[in-house]
C-alpha cells in the first residue's frame, strides 16, 4: 500500500485548482458573482479531500513509532516478517503495511456482546495482508469489507459446535470471517493450510466480481496459458495425478484450488516450487516476489 504516492496526489490537487479556477472565471464573467466563486473553490476542496485525505492520514500514522509490543508479536509469530532484516527498507514497509491495513480496515469479534478483538489476532490478520501485498506496493485492499472473527470454527449458519468445520470465508459482497484458533493454528503450523492468507486470496479473486481463481491485475490473467494451468492441475489433482503438495480442497474449483496455492506459495515455497516449477514462477511473477528464495529463519515458524 502506498504512504504518499506523489503522481497520484499531483493529479488530484491539479483536478481541485482546476475546479477552484473555474469558479473563479466563472464569476468574473457573471460580474461580482462570487457565490460562485466559492462553490468552485469548495468543490474544488472537497475533491481533493475525498480522494487525497487518506493519504495525509497515513503519513501521519507511519511517523509514529512502530510499537514494540506488535513487532515482538510480530517477530515470534510470522516467520515471513522475522526473515525480513532488521532495519531495512523491507521491514519497514511490511510494518507500514500492518497498521495501514489495521488503521483502514474494521476488524471486530462476532456477537453483540463480544469482547474486543486482541491485538495477537489483529496482527495476524494484518500480517496476511502484508505478506500478499509485499511485492506490489501500488495494490489497495477493499476498504468497504468488514472482517468478523470468531472464537473457533463455524457452520454454515455461523454456529459453532463440536461439527463445525469452516475456519474462514469470504462473501461475494459480504464480510471476511475468520476462527480465531484456526487464524493462529496457521501460523504456527506451516503445513500449507494459512486459513489468514487463504482468504484474502479469494478477496484477490473476488476483486472483479468473479470467483473464477483469477486474480485481479494479473498480467496472465486473462491469458490462455493461466486458465489452462488451471485445467490442467485440476485434472491432475482429481485424477490423484498431482505431486503432494496442495491439499485435497484445492480440487473443489478454480476459486480453491488458487486459494489452497496462495497459501502453499507463502508456507511451503520450496516444496510448491519443487513440485509445481510453473505454477510457482507464475506466482512469483504476480505477487511481486520469491518467497523460496529467502533465507531459511530459526525459530519455531521457519519457511520450509
Same mark, same amino acid.
Given at each position: ?5 506523489? +503522481? %497520484?496526489? &499531483?493529479?488530484?490537487?491539479? /483536478?481541485?485548482?482546476? !475546479? @477552484?479556477?473555474?469558479? #473563479?472565471? $466563472? *464569476? ?61 527498507? +523491507? %521491514?519497514? &514497509?511490511?510494518?507500514?503495511? /500492518?497498521?495501514?491495513? !489495521? @488503521?483502514?480496515?474494521? #476488524?471486530? $469479534? *462476532? ?73 493462529? !493454528? ?119
Amino acid at each position: 500500500m502506498q504512504v504518499w504516492p506523489r +503522481a %497520484r496526489i &499531483r493529479v488530484h490537487l491539479g /483536478v481541485a485548482a482546476t !475546479l @477552484a479556477l473555474a469558479g #473563479i472565471i $466563472a *464569476a468574473i464573467a457573471q460580474l461580482w458573482a462570487w457565490p460562485v466563486a466559492l462553490v468552485g473553490a469548495a468543490a474544488g476542496l472537497a475533491w481533493y479531500l475525498l480522494h487525497c485525505a487518506r493519504f495525509h492520514r497515513r503519513r501521519a500514522l507511519v511517523s509514529e513509532p512502530f510499537p514494540p509490543a506488535w513487532r515482538k508479536l510480530l517477530e515470534r509469530r510470522v516467520s515471513f516478517y522475522r526473515a525480513l532484516p532488521e532495519g531495512s527498507e +523491507a %521491514r519497514q &514497509r511490511f510494518e507500514d503495511d /500492518v497498521r495501514i491495513f !489495521l @488503521a483502514e480496515q474494521h #476488524i471486530y $469479534a *462476532a456477537g453483540e456482546d463480544a469482547a474486543e478483538v486482541d491485538d495477537e489476532t489483529r496482527l495476524l490478520i494484518a500480517a496476511s495482508a502484508a505478506m500478499l501485498g509485499h511485492g506490489m506496493p501500488r495494490f489497495e485492499w477493499p476498504r468497504l469489507r468488514d472482517i468478523v472473527v470468531y472464537p473457533r470454527a463455524f457452520d454454515d449458519e455461523y454456529q459453532q459446535h463440536a461439527a463445525s468445520d469452516i475456519s474462514g470465508m469470504v462473501h461475494h459482497q459480504g464480510p471476511i470471517l475468520y476462527s480465531r484458533r484456526d487464524l493462529r !493454528l496457521g501460523f504456527r503450523r506451516h503445513d500449507g493450510h494459512n486459513v489468514g492468507v487463504h482468504e484474502l486470496a479469494h478477496v484477490l479473486d473476488l476483486a472483479d466480481g468473479h470467483a473464477d481463481g483469477v486474480p485481479i491485475g494479473a498480467s496472465w490473467a486473462s491469458s490462455a496459458p493461466w486458465l489452462e494451468v488451471i485445467s490442467d492441475r485440476l485434472a491432475k489433482l482429481r485424477g490423484r495425478r498431482y505431486p503432494h503438495v496442495l491439499r485435497d480442497y484445492a480440487k473443489t474449483n478454480e476459486a480453491e484450488f488458487f486459494a489452497v496455492a496462495v497459501e502453499n506459495f507463502f508456507e511451503r515455497p520450496r516444496k510448491l516450487r519443487g513440485a509445481d516449477p510453473e505454477l510457482y514462477e507464475m506466482l512469483c511473477d504476480y505477487f511481486g516476489q520469491d518467497p523460496a528464495s529467502q533465507p531459511q529463519v530459526r525459530g519455531p515458524d521457519k519457511f520450509r
